[in-house]
Each structure stands twice: as structure tokens, then as C-alpha cells.
């Protein structure tokens, strides 16, 4: 079995940062990416910053220039550090990886995490 454990959301103000964290904890052989997505209510789930297993990254956008997104490759664990809150960045986040499995070494599969609330309020 594999989990991803999320951990660092809560209530601030716009323009504060916040950081999440991820862990990823099982049978793993091998972790090709993890990123996070969102989602608001009413609205479908977002990519928002992916990072793979050579530190190449990718961000939404809407993002850019206030996220920023690492992994300590030794731990299987992922940040995401947020910076400039906006009001529209709230929503639930969650974390998504891609990896193989010890015991199916040649089957990528995609894990996520239960989400974690993030909401920007004055």
C-alpha cells in the first residue's frame, strides 16, 4: 500500500505564505513526480505545481512568481511554499503522485492525498 499524508494548511490573511508538505510512505520502488493540485468550490480540480525526479517544475500561471515547489527526494516528500495569498487560492490542495509499486515494478500508478484546506480570509 501506498499513502500521501498532507500537512500545512490553515487560515491566513491575503498576502501572508503558508507551506504545505507531503509524505509518501509505502512499497515504493520509485517516485517519477509529485505535485499538487486544487480545487474550489464549484470548481474542478486544478493543476497547480508538479516537480519531477529530476527537479524539473512546472506551475499554473496563476501561480508563478508566488509558489514555489520542492522534494527531498531521501524523505519521498514534497513542499509546496506559498507565497502572496490571494483570496482566490483557496481551496483544498492536494498532493499527487506518480511511482511504481516493490511489487509491480512496471506499472506507473497515480496516488493522492486527502487534501488539505487552505483558505485566504481578511
Known amino acids: 500500500q501506498v499513502q500521501l499524508v498532507e500537512s500545512g494548511g490553515g487560515l491566513v490573511q491575503p498576502g501572508e505564505s503558508l507551506t504545505l508538505s507531503c509524505a509518501a510512505s509505502?512499497?515504493?520502488?520509485?517516485?517519477?513526480?509529485m505535485g499538487w493540485y486544487r480545487q474550489a468550490p464549484g470548481k474542478e480540480r486544478e493543476s497547480v505545481a508538479r516537480i519531477n525526479n529530476i527537479g524539473d517544475t512546472n506551475y499554473a500561471d496563476s501561480v508563478k512568481g508566488r509558489f514555489t515547489i520542492t522534494s527531498d527526494t531521501a524523505k519521498n516528500t514534497v513542499y509546496l511554499q506559498m507565497g502572496s495569498l490571494k483570496f482566490e487560492d483557496t481551496a483544498v490542495y492536494f498532493c499527487?503522485?506518480?511511482?511504481?509499486?516493490?511489487?509491480?515494478?512496471?506499472?506507473?500508478?497515480?496516488?493522492w492525498g486527502q487534501g488539505t484546506q487552505v483558505t485566504v480570509s481578511s
Open positions: 509505502g512499497n515504493i520502488l520509485r517516485i517519477y513526480s
Open positions: 499527487h503522485a506518480e511511482l511504481v509499486r516493490t511489487t509491480t515494478p512496471n506499472i506507473h500508478n497515480n496516488y
